[in-house]
């Protein structure tokens, strides 16, 4: 029989040294382990998880293995000590033996040998075993944990070089087509100039040999005229015509190399476009061999390069956030705030910047008006959208301290908000201060404020496509404010400026809209102005001028709500599908997912983009998290 069925499998002490106790189930352990584990007079077996009954929390009362007892028993008896063939009785601790020895061996060994009895020597070695199987058990642990981030190291690299090898490929493509293109054009330019210029040319010549024989006839008559004496009166008679003849020819007026010198300045002209060229692409080798020397680079080749972008390859790593999940949060807004109460489902958050905000402190004056000392704040603030408790509480991101708060009374009056939504920071021409959009969704509108005051700046609406506005952001490019309603599934272009001038000048005004006809939930914007919608399982590109869709990504099963970009436009997406955030590269690939199962219905996700920090809005859990 093997030995380890002699043994107590949780401590691994031999039934020869322990009594083996007989379980319900049919498995057996020793009666220690029994009682280090009963519960409530119930025994769940380690091996099939099956509970045994005893009458008392006292695990003698169980039957003994008398069996498996009698068979260790027996198995410690049979090792006989090899030297006098009898049974071993004690174990001899000098550091050149260390072994079983029988009575004999005692007799010939001097006092210089120590010995213990087995049972005595068993139990002390093995606990030493024991500290030594944790000290294993450790180092097996680090192996492991280093084994698997090699593991993830390579599936890094891999998926790294497969980015690094497409953008490589893309762009040589960009480069291959470019030259193409510009080879084509360079090609057409010198083929036109020729055809025109040789056209002009070949209308010079026909009109010269047109008046090259007449020219000839004359001179032939004036030299036979003037040789021959004989016809000195026709020479006489003729004079005058032949010197009118003679002046007319004289006086012709041609330029017959005019033309091609102005070919010869357009081909110089090519020539040197296409000695530019060399430079450029000169200049391109010289930028592909920083990049084979893995230096870090973010620049366009030249101007004429414009369409040609060489970015960086770097990216930002979230490994570390995927394996820690929601444990690696650094800090957690709500559910209580000081002073303020609790968060009651937020939907969405906008980080302002601290020199978009002012501290404003109030203090009473000796007529006890109230004056307003204002100064620059020195700490972001998060803007949450606070929906039912129908206001939008700032919060000091850093010391996580209630700055101030909008709304507050449900309501339609202006000012006041029947479940606030969607928010962003946005920066109106004609107005002052940089001011907070928020969606009032029940409301059916928008309403802008004054971040420094508070104060109500503005509302606007549309009677047919907002309804139940859902989420916002602001375009710097051309200064319109995007809004998604969810009632319509439309998304509206409205005027950002306030009295521009002009058609739709009005702040708010309706410019267009943009029908997808799929069910949306989310929107951003990237720095070139592209609309990024989310849209169930999917999320669309939209170009931002066309607004038609220019690609689409997703993960099936997900259920994506709000969105954004990080500044490697990576784009990151809540998913209430699986309470998590998706994280996918700038062409729409799967990089990972972190706090699976971890969040309540997130309906949010922004990255700050100077600290690099994301923020999650936990819906269900009404709070926020910063990682």
């Known amino acids: 029989m093997d030995d380890f069925l002699l043994n107590c499998n949780i401590c691994y002490e031999s039934f020869s040294e322990c009594v083996p106790k007989i379980l319900s189930c049919g498995h057996t352990m020793c009666v220690e382990c029994a009682q280090r584990i009963v519960n409530n007079k119930k025994i769940s077996c380690p091996t099939c998880k099956q509970n045994t009954t005893l009458t008392s929390n006292n695990t003698e009362t169980l039957p003994t293995n008398f069996s498996l007892k009698n068979m260790a028993e027996d198995k410690g008896k049979n090792i006989l000590c090899k030297e006098h063939v009898k049974n071993v009785v004690l174990f001899c601790e000098h550091p050149q033996c260390m072994k079983l020895i029988c009575g004999d061996c005692k007799l010939h060994r001097d006092e210089n040998h120590p010995f213990r009895f087995i049972e005595e020597a068993a139990k002390i070695y093995r606990n030493q075993l024991l500290v030594k199987v944790e000290s294993v058990q450790s180092t097996l642990k680090k192996v492991s944990d280093e084994a698997k981030n090699i593991n993830n190291s390579i599936h890094n690299l891999q998926k790294d070089r497969k980015i690094a090898e497409r ?45 090259e024989k007449p020219i000839e006839i004359l001179q032939h008559q004036l030299i036979q005229n003037i040789s021959d ?111 303020v109460g609790r968060l009651n489902q937020p939907h969405s958050a906008a980080i302002i910047p601290k020199e978009c905000i002012s501290n404003v402190s109030e203090t009473s004056s000796s007529t006890s008006q109230q004056q307003k000392k204002r100064k620059m704040f020195q700490d972001e603030v998060i803007a949450v959208s606070d929906t039912l408790n129908n206001r939008i509480v700032l919060i000091e991101k850093t010391t996580a301290k209630v700055h101030s708060i909008i709304g507050g009374n449900q309501g339609n009056e202006l000012g006041s908000f029947n479940r606030p939504t969607g928010v962003a920071l946005a920066k109106c021409a004609g107005y002052p201060n940089w001011i907070l959009l928020c969606c009032d969704s029940q409301n059916n509108r928008v309403q802008a404020f004054d971040i420094d005051t508070g104060k109500y700046v503005h509302h606007f609406t549309h009677a047919d496509y907002m309804r139940h506005p859902l989420a916002i952001a602001w375009n710097q490019q051309n200064a319109q404010i995007v809004v998604l309603s969810k009632e319509t599934n439309s998304i509206t272009l409205h005027n950002g400026y306030q009295n521009a001038g002009g058609a739709n000048s009005e702040f708010g005004a309706f410019v267009k809209v943009i029908n997808l006809g799929v069910e949306l939930f989310g929107l951003t914007l990237n720095s070139k102005g592209n609309i990024f919608v989310s849209a169930v399982d999917k999320v669309h590109i939209l170009d931002s001028s066309s607004h038609q869709i220019m690609k689409s990504f997703g993960k099936e099963g997900s259920h994506f709500q709000g969105l954004c970009l990080d500044k490697y436009d990576n784009i990151l997406v809540s998913d209430k599908g699986d309470r998590s955030i998706q994280i996918f590269d700038p062409q729409g690939n799967f990089l990972t997912t972190f706090g699976k199962s971890g969040f309540e219905n997130p309906t949010d996700v922004l990255v700050d983009f100077e600290t690099g920090e994301i923020l999650v809005v936990d819906q269900g859990n009404s709070r926020l998290m910063l990682f």
Do not use: C
Not at 180 to 197: G, M, N, P, V
Not at 232 to 246: E, G, P, R, V, W
Not at 275 to 297: H, P, Q, T
């Open 229 to 339: 004496e004989k016809l000195q009166l026709s020479l006489l008679d003729n004079l005058t015509q032949y010197h009118q003849q003679i002046d007319q020819i004289t006086n012709l007026n041609f330029e017959p190399h005019a033309h091609s010198n102005e070919h010869l300045i357009e081909l110089k002209n090519i020539s040197s476009q296409t000695e530019r060229m060399k430079d450029l692409i000169s200049n391109f080798g010289e930028v592909v061999a920083k990049f084979n020397k893995d230096v870090d680079f973010d620049e366009p080749l030249n101007d004429s390069f414009s369409t040609i972008q060489i970015s960086s390859l770097q990216n930002r790593d979230y490994t570390q956030l995927s394996q820690n999940g929601i444990q690696s949060a650094k800090t957690v807004f709500g559910p209580e705030l000081e002073s």
């Open 167 to 211: 953008k490589v490929k893309d762009t040589m493509n960009d480069l291959r087509d470019w030259i193409d293109k510009r080879e084509a054009h360079l090609l057409d330019q010198i083929s036109s100039s020729s055809l025109h210029t040789f056209t002009i040319l070949q209308q010079q010549f026909d009109d010269l040999i047109s008046k």
